[in-house]
T-cell receptor
């Protein structure tokens, strides 16, 4: 998966608990993204980063925060998990961004919030 | 109206036939269009990109773009059972994020 590692691969947690998902890349790509995938909705962008400490919101950012302290790591945090955040989360990377935005995806994290 | 729309399917075709997957988009100024393939339980992978009107061929795959009709399609010739997957259409949006917007995907089943 193009040098992208997501951890954990699976997680079950309880409503109200904080959760952090990690994305690690070895490609030295500038752009990193977090998507969630739900039946009937396809992939929806949560947050993205265009450099160290440079992040911005996507279309479904409420309830999520991100941090990028190093080029290779992009963390997604659910401050207080809710059942509506049960989903498959994909990290993606892109070398150039912009109109030539070819994404490479990690293997995904299956998150269940009970 | 969703920004990128696809028929969720499933689309079922016999082995060796042409599979035609369709996608419409709402943002008239979109310039970049992509098709991703996703096998069940796996991550999406890019198979085609197209930026100008007309056809673009890559092996058994042909992407077609018609900006006037806001329509993108993917043709798969000589379909194989290994082509059975979900195909995601994605468009660069000039909207609030300027990032890739995905359709919900079309599931293709190729029957031997």
């Amino acid at each position: 998966d193009a040098g992208i590692t997501q951890s954990p691969r699976h997680k079950v947690t309880e409503t109200g608990t904080p959760v952090t998902l990690r994305c690690h890349q070895t490609e030295n790509h500038r752009y990193m993204y977090w998507y969630r995938q739900d039946p009937g909705h396809g992939l929806r962008l949560i947050h993205y980063s265009y450099g160290v400490k440079d992040t911005d919101k996507g279309e479904v950012s409420d309830g999520y925060s991100v941090s990028r302290s190093k080029t290779e790591d992009f963390l997604l945090t659910l401050e207080s998990a809710t059942s509506s955040q049960t989903s498959v989360y994909f990290c993606a990377i892109s070398e150039f961004g912009g109109s030539n935005e070819k994404l490479f995806f990690g293997s995904g994290t299956q998150l269940s919030v009970l | 109206q969703k920004e990128v729309e696809q028929n969720s399917g499933p689309l079922s075709v016999p082995e060796g036939a042409i599979a035609s997957l369709n996608c419409t988009y709402s943002d008239r100024v979109s310039q970049s269009f992509f098709w991703y393939r996703q096998y069940s339980g796996k991550s999406p992978e890019l198979i085609m990109s197209i930026y100008s009107n007309g056809d673009k061929e890559d092996g058994r795959f042909t992407a077609q773009l018609n900006k006037a009709s806001q329509y993108v399609s993917l043709l798969i010739r000589d379909s194989q059972p290994s082509d059975s997957a979900t195909y995601l259409c994605a468009v660069i949006s000039s909207g609030n994020t300027g990032k890739l917007i995905f359709g919900q995907g079309t599931t293709l089943q190729v029957k031997p």
